[in-house]
């Protein structure tokens, strides 16, 4: 930092306090590049030769990335602490630091010149309310949002190249692992093959994910998880209905390798941009589909036989016909009982309380052909000769 820039601090600014704002952008940076968090602490000592008492560090983003998608604690608190007129100047390694999207570029550079704050890294001092030192920041942080861009393309670039050859290594689910060569192979410990073949063989005596998981507890059963980011730590316990279900569905276990199963949904959240990943796509519609990639556990036969059952035993959100409870409405036999007269599906509303059900085909008035589930004579006025019985029936069955 030269001296001729000492000469945009004036006494009002050495009045206020100073900001050292340091962070990195992900955890295994945090992790591993322990000299960068040096270097940016070394601003404090800069702060205290340029005349300021007790620089205060913020150091809240410490592993949070500055694409403009992540929530910043540390960035909103130095935003906060500039508009009540407390801070004379923050300190910053380089313009990446403070931010890599034009949003937050903005927001910073319009308070910090309203307010009269100044900005330092190691090249100068900036006093956003010159014209010329707005501008040299500007493409500072231009060329930091675009270095990042950049970046990104490049990494997105050579990892779907890869992918399309089947070569790009991921962390893979149980029983498959990456021999010395880098190629997909089945797990060599032979406990963790027969438990994931057993998980295969079990699904096909359940109507179920649910009936399954219940097995395994009900057994005593025990099946490999992986667990940890980055690291492949597998531990052996009851396998939740999520786990079970992942793993059903996904089509590496029927020698297929796919690239790309789930889109990057964008939202505009309370005036956030959000990025959420969205639901797993079909094999077929993957960036990348290559089958025969592999040995597998079962065949593409096999596994869209599972998928067309997993379909039918989910949540039927439009009344379709498939074998899954209601959703949106609390209801008695939801997705199985039927009209006793037509054989049609009995729809739901929600009416608390009590839930009401209504024929397949309502009349035209507003209530329709309703039944309240409180009426003594429910059963009969829909042609079941006993709802009691097969309700015994069903809650004696564990797997129900």
Known sequence: ????????????????????????????????????????????????????????????????????????????????????????????????????????????????????????????????????????????????????????????????????????????????????????????????????????????????????????????????????????????EFPPASTLYRLLEHPIYAGVYVYGRRNIQVKYIEGRIVKRLGAALPPEQCRVFIRDHHVGYITWERYQANQARLAEAGPRWKMQENKGAVRKGVALLAGILRCGHCGGLEASRITQPPPRWFPPEPRNDDEGDARNLGDAHFGESLGVRSLHSPLRRASAGRYA
Not at 75 to 93: D, H, N, P, Y
Not at 133 to 157: C, F, H, P, Q, Y
């Open 1 to 236: 930092m030269t001296t001729p820039d000492n000469y945009r601090i004036k006494p009002q600014h050495r009045e206020r306090s100073a900001l050292v704002y340091i962070r990195q952008s992900s955890p295994g940076q945090v992790r591993e590049n322990i000299e960068s968090a040096y270097v940016q602490l070394g601003l404090r000592k800069v702060a205290i030769e340029l005349g300021w008492q007790d620089p205060k560090v913020i150091r809240d983003d410490m592993g949070i990335s500055a694409g403009g998608f992540a929530d910043r604690p540390g960035f909103q608190k130095m935003l906060t602490e500039i508009t009540m007129r407390s801070v004379g100047i923050i300190f910053a390694v380089e313009a990446s630091r403070l931010s890599r999207n034009s949003r937050d570029w903005a927001q910073l550079f319009e308070l910090c010149g309203f307010f009269d704050t100044l900005v330092g890294d190691l090249d100068q001092i900036y006093d956003l309310s010159v014209p010329n030192d707005r501008l040299v920041l500007g493409i500072k942080g231009t060329i930091a949002e675009m270095e990042l861009s950049v970046i990104k393309n490049r990494l997105r670039t050579g990892a779907e190249s890869k992918a399309a050859r089947g070569e790009l290594k991921f962390l893979l689910p149980p029983g498959y692992s990456h021999d010395p060569s880098g190629r997909m192979v089945l797990d060599p410990d032979i406990r963790i093959r027969e438990a994931v073949q057993n998980m295969f063989d079990q699904f096909d005596r359940f109507t179920s994910v649910r009936q399954l998981s219940l097995w395994y507890g009900d057994t005593r059963t025990l099946f490999p998880v992986i667990r940890g980011r980055g690291t492949r730590i597998v531990s052996w």
